[in-house]
């Protein structure tokens, strides 16, 4: 079982930047794919960016193309997600996530271990 924490969320202005963080402990990191999602108040949690165990295949939900880049340190048992350009929309709960799932997947069901979240707000 695997164990995650984020960080790095916190206000930002529209346009700016965060990198979260997500450290992970407990049974081997590089045998997780691991995923982003995220939840506003009010919606559902949707996916917002995924990556294979080696991080050589990525996955990306279109509203954040081009302006999040997902990756992974399997020696340091740490996922990240750069944020650029953030929008007001971006405001939300940000949540790390771990699958033993071979096959990416954006699914957040497919997902057995969370974070707590971190919560991400764009200010005007």
């Known amino acids: 079982q695997v164990q995650l924490v984020e960080s790095g969320g916190g206000l930002v202005q529209a346009g700016g930047s965060l990198r979260l963080s997500c450290a992970a402990s407990?049974?081997?990191?590089?045998?997780?794919?691991m995923g982003w999602f995220r939840q506003a108040p009010g919606k559902e949690r949707d996916v917002v960016a995924s990556i294979t165990r080696s991080g050589g295949i990525t996955y990306y939900a279109d509203s954040v193309k081009g302006r999040f880049t997902i990756s992974r340190d399997n020696a340091k048992n740490t996922m990240y997600l750069q944020m650029n350009s953030l929008k007001l929309e971006d405001t939300a709960v940000y949540y790390c996530?771990?699958?033993?799932?071979?096959?990416?997947?954006?699914?957040?069901?497919?997902?057995?271990?969370w974070g707590q979240g971190t919560q991400v707000t764009v200010s005007s």
């Open positions: 996530a771990a699958t033993l799932r071979v096959k990416l997947t954006t699914l957040s069901y497919d997902y057995p271990y």
């Open positions: 407990g049974r081997t990191f590089s045998s997780y794919a």
